[in-house]
């Protein structure tokens, strides 16, 4: 069987202009993912991400300082869906949603859960539709599993609640319950081959796990 380490990106630039930046705790967030790699000598055959600038900083801080690793190779199919674009195709009837995302960040995922459930209804028009979005993670998902080797996959909440989903076989709506668990730089890890894909563990932060590191637990 191989063995895929899916990561969410490192805490992003939320609030500001450009939210596809690492803040520097999501810098550091990325640094100890990868010493906990180091200590524990895993080593990855394949390094995949998206295409999105904080899929990207956050594989440049896990192999911080390290010795030349595994050629990257970006996949679309890792990018998350464009929540900003989803929040601009409400129609009048939920202006309230909008009015409630910019309240506060607490606010913005109330608002945000009720997005993601219209998107799912096919009630907002954006650049893609939720179909879309499922087959491109289902994409990626596939590429994946032609592969051999241990994997390291950089990628976004949504996607690996998709990948989640689609895995266990769960309602659709399932998605949003488990995209909005999801910390900064927690893994997902599965098992596969070309036949089967197998969840062994979900949303996991074990270098966050010290008394010392509880502000590197985020979620956004």
Request: hydrophobic share 40%.
């Amino acid at each position: 069987m191989a063995e895929l380490y899916l990561v969410r990106h490192g805490q992003a630039s939320f609030g500001a202009d450009n939210y596809d930046q690492l803040s520097s705790l999501g810098q550091q967030q990325g640094q100890l993912v990868g010493e906990y790699f180091a200590e524990r000598n895993i080593v990855f055959d394949h390094v995949l991400l998206g295409t999105m600038n904080r899929h990207r900083q956050t594989v440049e801080a896990i192999f911080n300082g390290s010795a030349e690793v595994a050629s990257l190779k970006e996949h679309p199919g890792l990018n998350e869906y464009d929540f900003v674009a989803l929040f601009e195709g409400l129609g009048d009837e939920h202006h309230e949603l909008k009015v409630l995302a910019k309240e506060s960040k607490k606010d913005f995922y109330k608002a945000l859960r009720q997005v993601l459930l219209l998107w799912m209804e096919d009630r907002i028009e954006g650049p893609e539709t939720w179909w879309e979005f499922q087959q491109r993670v289902a994409d990626a998902k596939t590429y994946i599993q032609g592969l051999k080797g241990r994997i390291l996959a950089v990628s976004s909440g949504g996607v690996m609640a998709a990948i989640a989903q689609q895995t266990l076989g769960a309602p659709r709506e399932k998605v949003i319950s488990l995209n909005l668990q999801i910390n900064n730089c927690s893994f997902c890890r599965y098992f596969f081959n070309a036949d089967s894909f197998h969840l062994a563990t979900f949303n996991s932060i074990p270098y966050f796990d010290k008394a010392d590191r509880q502000n590197f637990i985020t979620y956004g």
